[in-house]
């Protein structure tokens, strides 16, 4: 296979049928150690949580084409943390979109002096970022992408439909569960000219509180697939 692209969290390979192939990997994005999806680089490893992450993707993706909604997903074979995915266009060098949903981590690292950690931010916030990890992942508004010529403005707001919806899913989803979810992060990107939803939906990729405990990757993954 050809190696496209050697990601912090997993690597892309092209496959003979034009379709992509990722391999989940055992990193985490945090920092001194401690898991932090909100932070932009690589700080921690965790034994199997690429495999976790790609369960995880699997057991929402799955439940996302029941729902209707299309994705890059094709199939996954777990035991190699590999995941068939269709080919899609990253806008620009590549977009991060947050969908947070309580007021926390980096938001509050910016916003803190106007808002308390914790707050609920009702009906969901969404933001993005450019992935470039020398620069911070800088914000960027719906305006910027467009002046940019990164993506149209009836483009995001495709896409800020869409994860506003997605997020919905995997929030009810997790209250099944006796869980909240605070915030979680996607990448999207454009097949054939539509917006779709690309990468993962994985524990690793997701604050979710239990009570007043924040849930770690590994064990948000089993309380998801083992219930």
Known sequence: MELIYKGKTKDVYKLENGNVLLKFKDDCTGKDGVFDPG????????????????????????????????????????????????????????????????????????????????????????????????????????????ALGVMSEEMFASMKEQTLKITKIVADDLKTIGLDL???????????????????????NMRVYKGNTIVDPVELTKLILNR
């Open 39 to 146: 932070e932009n680089s690589v700080g921690l490893t965790i034994d199997g949580i690429g495999k976790a992450n790609l369960q995880t993707s699997v057991y929402y993706f799955e439940m996302l084409k029941e729902a209707g909604i299309k994705t890059h997903y094709v199939n996954a074979n777990v035991d190699d943390a590999t995941m068939e995915v269709l080919p899609a266009t990253v806008f620009g060098h590549g977009l991060e979109v947050i969908c947070r949903l309580v007021a926390t981590g980096s938001f509050i690292r910016r916003y803190g002096e106007y808002m308390k950690d914790g707050t609920p931010l009702e009906g969901g916030y969404v933001e993005c970022t450019f992935k470039n990890d020398e620069k911070g992942d800088p914000l960027v508004t719906s305006e910027g992408l467009a």
């Open 182 to 204: 605070w915030d979680i992060k996607f990448e999207f990107g454009y097949n054939n000219g539509e917006v779709i939803l690309i990468d993962e939906i994985a524990s690793g």
